[in-house]
């Protein structure tokens, strides 16, 4: 295997694109060359504007942490990282206060912005800013169209009794508390994907599905009219690894995500989601941990070849071992 295609979200994608190349180069996966080529397909629908700035956070997530400039405790943003022009915004009392960019990470979203309204697309920005950070794999943007996923909560004072508030202002803002009972992905449907994704897919030898959120992550990447058909035709095999472990996401808000959408929070029920692909849904393998492995038979029944490892991200030799019993699952 020469080609590997990496669907990811940002901080759980990322880690594990950390680890997946500290195995892969040291030749660590079975059946796949170590200098194989990987490439990324990046979800764009948390990306806002904000203070006039185009931000893409998943996109930054994984370029900064595979271009060794993320701020390793928090996960994202930059590392030595400064926050002068939040305190000077704040002080004018510019909203929205909640959300604050660095001073570094606000040097990133300035080329953006600017080569967009120069009219170069997402994807050629991605490509530039890549340049500076050399990640070690081709990032894509999954689209090249604004997309926006916005989540409807509980809100007593309006009419219809909810209000929709735009993701970020879901996670920042609210910190994923309040019950989400919706999830509108405004633009998907109208959006195409970005050049060279349908072809990452198409032509890989193996396509892995990080533990990232499979709702507002890979499920949004999934509902790029196009990618569900690429994933449903490749000849490469798909595996995906779960971000539900002992019934629960590890960190972030994929509990949350998966309530709203009327999925049980259990690797098995996930694994079920996004279904085998004899029978319509996008994986031929579906990685668990050990403590889940009770959940191994309904997954060997609905068709997905199945395995129980550890499945904690705590460091890159873990994560690479991850990595390997997710490739060796569908090897030979
Ligand atoms: P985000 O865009 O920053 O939210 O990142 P992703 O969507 O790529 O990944 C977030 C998900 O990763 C979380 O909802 C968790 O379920 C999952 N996750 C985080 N750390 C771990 C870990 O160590 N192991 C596993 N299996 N999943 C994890
Ligand atoms: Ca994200």
Redesign the pocket.
Known sequence: MRNITVL?????????LQGLLHGLRRGDLPGVAPDAEVTVVA?TA?DWWVHGLKVC??LD?VMYTLGAGIDRER??GRREETWSIREELTAYGVEPTWFGLGDRDVATHLVRTQMLDAGYSLSQVTGALCRRWQPGVTLLPMTDDRVETHVAIADPDSPSGRRVVHFQEYWVRLRAEVPAEAVVVVGLDDSSPAPGVVEAIAEADLVLL????PV???GTILGVPGLREALADTAAPVVG?????GGA???????Q?LSAIGVEVTAGAVGRHYGARADGGVLDGWLI?ERDADQLAQLTAAGLRAGAVP????DDDA?AA?ARAAVELVAG
């Open positions: 990811s979200g940002g901080m759980g994608g990322a880690r594990f979800n948390d956070p998943d997530t996960g994202w990080p533990p990232s959120n507002v992550s890979i690894i779960s971000p539900i472990v996401h590890v960190r972030g808000m994929a509990e995500m941990d499945l904690m991200m705590t994560t991850m």
